[in-house]
């Protein structure tokens, strides 16, 4: 393999050669508390959640993986719109997200029940040590994107976090960004 | 571990809170050609050629280590300044450098005989593959600021390098950024 460049655009997130996936509220609606809120919005031109675009990265041993991720502002109910979130397949990896634009709240649960929020920032550089999940809510005005870099081999798990949800939620109330208790996980 | 952030200035390319290497000309004076021209530099201030700034990350299979390196501007003689380079312990892993500011050479050179130059630019994200050493001149006017992520557990290998060299050097001649071979190599 050779060496190569991606070229990214730190104002809009494009990477450059990349694979983008694409979510729209109908492809994460069942994250959402409000799912009437979100049946609704569907109905109602069905609005773009987040953009992933990953670089062309063999999924081996030794690599690293690395993407750009794409928020769009936005919330369900008061609910802000974020990324579905996932735990790595290979559970003692870590991946690191370089904030370049927005405002968002990464939230983190690790395999032994603990949970974490950080801030993220232009310029922040957040570390999801191995045994922690993580998913990223933007909480601004504009777009929120990072760059993503993972170990290649590290796989996906996203079932977990779909099943189980959160412990907190990142919710606006009289203007102001809170986590809340995931009314889900206190059944 | 808990999740941390580090946070990044892109201009200045201080990480924070981190750990600071400082490379000046005495430091490297081996890696240029013109020996002479380097120990008069260093009798005339010794001038800053580059520095890195580690996150505090454990060296342990499944982190992701990172640091920021600033190359300042300037010449030994012709040659550009540059960073001393190295080849990974484990051979079999990458490693991801994003520019965040300046412009760059980054050389590369494989185990098994080949060698590579990418362009670095704000913005461009520059995949080094396993089995590739690795080392990178700032061919600018300004300090070459770029990010580095790499398996945490990977290890520096600088020493064999320094002897060898790399296949090519990175000049200035009639004003313009030139790869000539490197004398040391076809000997």
Chains 1, 2 share one sequence.
Not at 43 to 61: H, T
Not at 172 to 183: A, M, Q, R, S, T
Request: with cysteine; aromatic share 10%.
């Amino acid at each position: 393999m050779k060496p190569f460049n991606v070229v990214i655009d730190f104002s809009t997130g494009e990477l450059s050669p990349g694979k983008k996936t694409v979510r729209r509220v109908s492809d994460v609606k069942n994250m959402f508390l409000d799912r009437e809120k979100a049946e609704e919005m569907i109905k109602n031109g069905d609005p773009l959640v987040y953009e992933v675009i990953y670089a062309d990265i063999p999924e081996e041993a030794g690599h690293l993986g690395h993407c750009t991720t794409i928020i769009y502002p936005g919330k369900v109910g008061k609910e802000f719109f974020l990324t579905k979130g996932h735990l790595h397949e290979q559970l003692g990896t870590a991946e690191i997200y370089l904030c370049l634009r927005g405002k968002g709240k990464l939230l983190m649960e690790s395999t032994d029940g603990d949970w974490a929020a950080l801030d993220m920032f232009p310029g922040s550089s957040s570390y999801i040590p191995p045994f922690w999940s993580h998913r990223t809510a933007n909480v601004g005005q504009e777009p929120l994107i990072f760059y993503c870099i993972f170990h290649a081999d590290a796989g996906h798990d996203y079932a977990t976090i779909e099943e189980k949800g959160f412990p907190k939620l990142v919710v606006e109330e009289k203007g102001e960004v809170v986590l809340i208790d995931n009314p889900k996980r206190s059944r």
